[in-house]
């Protein structure tokens, strides 16, 4: 009796236990996994509805170990994918995971963005969502079965695509003249240059904007001309000096593109870069001395930026403003603001480097063009230069009235008289304003007359001195254009004893 007794009491025990595992839904453990940290890591769509997925409508969602993570997206063509021609470059997102069911929250949207996946599964590296709902402003869109695969591990070509590349070949109907050529930008701008009739590069003026993503290998670019926006994305490969575009396409068509670097990337730059450098030449011609600009960067992302544009309609008067400078690859981006609070942007990619010459493919000074730029060792020529100056000799075209009618006294607040000999011989100072600037071996001097004040000039010269702290004498050439011929003007000017 006691034996059966402990049976039942056995039984009733199991049958309220299986009650009790029913009651409160509890699920097999293969069935109920954790994939908290199995989802950590990068995942590109590959599939979807089981249907492999256009490149041009991939996505790619980032997620780390601390709850954030982004999400990379072009939306290009697909209707079924709930797109709104989105351009999403590692857009921010938080995201939970209870056990199998995935909750993501977009950042910094205009809507209310969430994706709720209820049952994910991770093995093998893919990640299966199936079923998921996406709700927008609270109003729900159910998607249906979608297959990502682990990039994880996958090459980061961030640096590397930085450069001008030009087509090699194509398949699949990819630009199939390959007379093209990309130059990609570290602030993730690009240029497309194609042939003229000539046989030289040159790109399009009507393109309004070109901006490219780069998550992974996941790369997509847009522009806009007069037709409007355009899209395309692929898979991407690089190796060396070789890079390789894949793309599926509509009706299962694949395209590839083959390219090769034309700037190789160099490992020399950053040590060389800091101090100061000024525009020596460019495509071959030394640059007038009045469009020259100085550069001083100081190893850790600022570089000064020296510019005395002569003209009365279009001046330019940077005295070492500070901008930003990044280097990245073989890229290197100088932005910041002028002192009137325009945009300043330059882009240099380099061709060769040595301690004390920069060749660089380049737009400073708005000028497209292969710039070199040699390094100015010159020091304390902005203490040199103050005192009382009378000029010795003059060589070259001029307006001076003989050198030895002229003089200057330069001092350290940045201004500076201007004298004139008078019949009885005295030095008479001319009024208006005077500004200077020494940057190196470069002086630039600004002036205004006294009955014009809102019309300044200015002039650059090459600026030398004889030996010693305190110089005897100082030195000027610059470089000009008249009428289409090119000249030196040189001035030889001696330190005087004369007092104001």
């Known amino acids: 009796m006691k034996k059966f007794i402990n049976k039942l009491s056995l039984s009733l025990f199991t049958f309220t236990a299986l009650l009790l595992l029913f009651a409160t839904g509890c699920k097999p453990k293969d069935e109920h996994r954790d994939y908290s940290k199995d989802l950590i890591g990068k995942w590109k769509l590959v599939n979807y509805n089981g249907h492999a997925i256009e490149t041009n409508n991939r996505t790619i969602f980032t997620f780390n170990n601390d709850n954030t993570g982004t999400q990379t997206e072009a939306s290009i063509d697909s209707v079924d994918l709930l797109t709104d021609r989105t351009w999403r470059a590692a857009w921010p997102l938080a995201y939970t995971v209870d056990q199998d069911v995935l909750t993501t929250l977009w950042q910094r949207t205009s809507d209310a963005r969430k994706w709720v996946a209820p049952k994910i599964k991770v093995e093998n590296g893919h990640l299966y969502a199936d079923p998921s709902t996406v709700f927008i402003n609270s109003l729900p869109t159910p998607l249906a079965a979608a297959e990502y695969v682990s990039v994880t591990d996958v090459a980061h070509y961030t640096e590397d695509i930085i450069g001008t590349w030009v087509g090699k070949s194509g398949s699949g109907g990819a630009y199939g003249d390959i007379n093209h050529q990309w130059v990609y930008l570290a602030d993730r701008t690009y240029q497309y240059l194609s042939k003229n009739e000539e046989g030289k590069f040159v790109q399009d003026p009507g393109d309004l904007l070109n901006e490219y993503i780069l998550d992974g290998d996941f790369f997509i670019t847009r522009w806009v001309n007069e037709t409007g926006e355009h899209r395309e994305a692929w898979d991407v490969t690089l190796f060396g000096n070789d890079m390789i575009w894949r793309g599926l396409r509509a009706n299962g068509v694949r395209d590839s593109f083959f390219l090769e670097r034309i700037t190789p990337v160099r490992a020399d730059i950053e040590p060389i870069l800091p101090g100061k450098w000024i525009v020596l030449l460019q495509d071959g ?24 544009q002569a003209g009365k309609l279009n001046h330019q008067w940077e005295n070492q403003t500070v901008l930003n400078y990044t280097l990245m690859g073989n890229d290197l981006t100088e932005v910041g603001k002028s002192v009137s609070g325009s945009d300043i942007v330059y882009h240099s990619q380099f061709i060769s480097v040595s301690p004390n010459r920069l060749e660089v493919r380049s737009n400073i000074g708005q000028r497209e063009g292969v710039i070199v ?102 030195y000027w050439d610059g470089y000009r254009i008249s009428d289409g011929k090119k000249y030196h003007n040189t001035f030889t000017i001696k330190r005087s004893s004369h007092a104001k």
């Not at 010159?378 to 005192?387: A, F, Q, R």
């Not at 940045?414 to 208006?432: H, L, S």
């Open 285 to 308: 011609d030394s640059v007038l001395t009045n469009e020259k600009s100085v550069h001083t960067f100081d190893g850790e992302g600022k570089v000064k930026y020296t510019v005395a």
């Open 373 to 474: 730029l040699e390094r100015d060792l010159s020091v304390d020529n902005d203490k040199k230069i103050l005192g009382f100056w009378e000029g010795v000799s003059m060589e070259g075209p001029g307006t001076y009235g003989g050198a030895d009618n002229v003089a200057w006294e330069y001092f350290n607040d940045g201004t500076y008289n201007y004298y004139t000999k008078d019949a009885e011989g005295n030095w008479v100072e001319q009024e208006g304003e005077h500004d200077y600037m020494v940057d190196g071996k470069y002086l630039a001097c600004r002036w205004a007359d006294k009955d014009d004040p809102q019309q300044m000039d200015c002039e650059w010269w090459d600026l030398s001195f004889s030996e010693g702290d305190n110089p005897e004498y100082m």
